[in-house]
């Protein structure tokens, strides 16, 4: 892979696990003794590789509780201090939607977006293609879910909204402290959903987890990233791990293992080698497409390429 060919397996084995394990890419590089820019473009190839992968493989998946929520982060500079000539896609807010199965602990769709009802679209569109049955979804209050969710599933579907009510922050505190949840409405929406399995905590849980273990994701640092592609490929990266790698300690499996995905425990030598086999493809569609170009410009007659 591009300036991989020189890193053995065990290397790239040990930066992928670094930065899994929420380190910064100046921190991975110093750890693993390598140079900024060969973590950066592991990064990258391994990035588009796990988001390939894991579109074709989550697939017809027997979900049947689904929790969605959406997680907030920034890209260059928060929205509010974005300069005029600089807005637009891939500067400020980025929100990252996402679902958890509540019993398997998958995630097995997420999106990164503006906090839209277009974006609501394209990513709860992906999570209905993925699943095998119906299935009862809870969300929070985001007015966009209803339209989603309505436009995925029509009626096919028992969905829920848990709205929570929070107290007035106190002056000093609203900075760093989140606001105190003094309750919560619970309401159906769709279908007859199970009001004993109406709860967002696990997606909740989860976005903690990312906030631990994707440096990105870690609140007054400058670990946040400066290319929304670099962003999107860590967060694929990140759930490769998750759902595949990480043992998960009440389901005693990796999520993927416990969702009838994969049947064994992948180490981070195994993400390598999807990362290797995605490389190779890549490769050989590139050299074929140039042994293409190469004969079309033979020809005496030529071609408008």
Known sequence: MRGMNKLTRDKRSQIIGLLCEGNSMSATARLADVSFNTVSKLLIDAGQACSEYQDKTLRNLPCKRLQLDEIWAFIGAKEKNVPADQKGPGRGDAWLWCAIDADTKLVPSWAVGDRSTETARKFVDDLASRLSSRVQITTDGHRPYLQAIE???????????????Y??????????SPAECVGTKRRGVTGQPDPSHISTSFVERQ?????????????LTNAFSKKLANHEFMVSLHYMHYNFCRIHKTLRVTPAMAAGVTQKLWAISDVVDVVD?????????????????????????????
């Open 151 to 165: 436009g995925a599933f029509g009626a096919a579907v028992d969905y829920a909204m848990l709205e929570k009510i």
């Open 167 to 176: 107290a007035n922050p106190v002056e000093g505190q609203k900075r760093y």
């Open 207 to 219: 976005n903690l987890t990312l906030r631990m273990s994707n440096r990105r994701y870690t609140r």
């Open 277 to 305: 086999a995605w490389y190779a493809e890549q490769t050989k569609a590139k050299r074929a497409s140039q042994e293409w170009i190469d004969e079309r410009l033979s020809r005496k007659d030529g071609v408008n390429l």
